[in-house]
């Protein structure tokens, strides 16, 4: 009987360790052209995992508008650059491109967007990375994700 509740607890220990993985991140962004993070980790053991967006600048979108694409590390720049004939209506992203893995909204002061990927569609094998597609954002809005 003992054996029985020491098996019990060590599963249900085991299991809330699992449920207690991060699947959500908050990033910030701001009218200086900064994100709050320059890494994003992600659990392997989630399923689905969120990105929330905030703009905690002053400055409308049209003007200092942020948003938060992941890809590729080495599609990152490309992106960028066959966006910016897009314009913001389209989040500064080529419609339909295939290289976005997912995408907030273009923001602006006080407003936020989320985003949310299936993970099982990383490949832990592979660089992946973030980065606002607003036009010159890049060479300073940009970081890493690393699935841990």
């Known amino acids: 009987m003992i054996r029985k509740l ?11 360790h699992l449920l207690a993985a991060e ?8 009218d200086q052209m900064t994100f709050s993070t320059k890494a994003i980790e992600i659990d392997k053991s989630c399923k689905e995992f969120t990105v929330n967006l905030k ?7 049209n003007v200092m508008g942020h948003n938060l ?3 590729k590390e080495a599609d990152m720049q490309p992106i960028a650059t066959d966006g910016l004939a897009a314009g913001i209506d389209k989040q500064y992203l080529k419609e339909g491109d295939a290289r976005v893995i997912a995408h907030t909204k273009i923001i602006g002061a006080g407003e936020t967007d989320s985003l949310k990927i299936d993970v099982s569609k990383l490949d832990p094998a592979e660089k992946y990375g973030f980065f606002c597609s607003f036009p010159g954002h890049i060479s300073m809005m940009k970081g ?3 699935l841990k």
């Open 144 to 146: 890493a994700i690393t």
């Open 23 to 30: 699947c959500s991140v908050e990033v910030d962004s701001t």
């Open 55 to 61: 703009h905690s600048g002053n400055l409308p979108k």
């Open 6 to 16: 020491v098996a019990a607890s060590l599963l249900t220990l085991a299991s809330g």
């Open 69 to 71: 694409v992941i890809s």
